[in-house]
């Protein structure tokens, strides 16, 4: 009768239990010695560890090594977005900008009907505007300025699309004149 070594293995092992079989044989590090006679195997690893303890330190082990590698991807990503974010230009309302800081805003538009709206504008109904509705403007044109860390920039159009002229806004004049340069001054 022919026998592969595994079957050939498994009888030398039943028979070497059978001669002592409250001791089975020392077994090397991660192998499996024949328990009790029976065909079950117990897998054994350094120090005698049962086989699911060995299973659960691997798996510990394996876990550990995997968060170790997310917690690195993810510092990772984080550096990469941070890289990206120093070179991203963010478009947002004076609404959305609440509570937000850049090194440099450029608000665009200052001009009358855009930086205090139109609405504000005609909020009396005869063109003049209210002081409540103006000075509501003039607190959103604050938070849009006040976004700056270092540097401010506001821009008005002379001329609209269409042709007609466009006027800046008043806010503009009550920035001092110290605080302010020009566009004519940075040529």
Known sequence: MLLTEAEEADRESRAADQATPHHPPAAPQGSC?????????????????????????????????????LELLSLEQDAAAEEAARDALTLCTIHGSKGLEWPTVLVVRMNEGECPSSAALTADGGGGGTDEALEDERRLAYVAFSRAKARLILSFVATEPSGAPATPSRFLGEIPAALTVRDSQLR
């Open 33 to 69: 010695v024949p328990v009790g006679g029976s065909s079950q195997r117990l897998f054994t690893a350094a120090g005698g560890a049962s086989w699911g303890d060995a299973l659960a330190t691997r798996a510990r082990s394996r876990l550990r090594a995997l968060l170790d590698r």
